[in-house]
T-cell receptor, first 115, second 112 residues
């Protein structure tokens, strides 16, 4: 069974640009979550999508957005990039439905560097 | 506001000995806790979980203990092996969806 696939793995952008990251969950998983990992901050929750609907949202500015498609694939977008957006962006998929908890399966991440 | 805290950024242990990784949380609504292991250049992988109705869960060399009154959980690895060297994250969630709060991680080094 294929794992969670994230593309691109590495990318470099400059301040003010925007970026789109993609995530393909494990087949059959309907929940996709996004996390930002920076040194000293651990993994910070960005948002979670379930059946194309954003179900939870973390404390990030509106420059961070996402969406989920009918095949459960998800994208996240960061507009007007700032130096502080440099981080590893991790996508995780899960079987979990509303009101339940479940193990998250993570992709390898997209390493974003903002210059 | 960091609701899940791992106050030890790093830990070194001799091979064969016990590794104890600690995690504290502030939100009493958390009712499900997990530990993840992360190697460099890889995504975190699930290790072990515990529900708030239990105080201990064991899986092979890994045991997680939960002390709800102290809002504290710990992961014990016995015996520690060099392959256990990685960053360990604890995570917690409320039963309202799939939002997990992660700690900042503890880097474990097991010395051969």
């Amino acid at each position: 069974k294929a794992g969670v696939t994230q593309t691109p793995r590495y990318l470099i952008k400059t301040r003010g640009q925007q970026v789109t990251l993609s995530c393909s969950p494990i087949s059959g998983h309907r929940s996709v979550s996004w996390y930002q990992q920076t040194p000293g901050q651990g993994l910070q929750f960005l948002f979670e999508y379930f059946s194309e609907t954003q179900r939870n949202k973390g404390n990030f500015p509106g420059r961070f957005s996402g969406r989920q498609f009918s095949n459960s694939r998800s994208e996240m977008n960061v507009s007007t990039l700032e130096l502080g957006d440099s981080a590893l962006y991790l996508c995780a998929s899960s079987l979990a439905g509303q009101g339940s908890t479940g193990e998250l399966f993570f992709g390898e991440g997209s390493r974003l560097t903002v210059l | 506001d960091q609701q899940v805290k791992q106050n030890s950024p790093s830990l070194s242990v001799q091979e064969g000995r016990i590794s104890i990784l600690n995690c504290d949380y502030t939100n009493s609504m958390f009712d499900y806790f997990l530990w993840y292991k992360k190697y460099p250049a890889e995504g975190p992988t699930f290790l072990i979980s515990i529900s708030s109705i239990k105080d201990k869960n064991e899986d092979g060399r890994f045991t997680v203990f939960l002390n709800k009154s102290a809002k504290h959980l710990s992961l014990h690895i016995v015996p520690s092996q060099p392959g256990d060297s990685a960053v360990y994250f604890c995570a917690a969630s409320k039963n309202t969806g799939n939002q997990f709060y992660f700690g900042t991680g503890t880097s474990l080094t097991v010395i051969p």
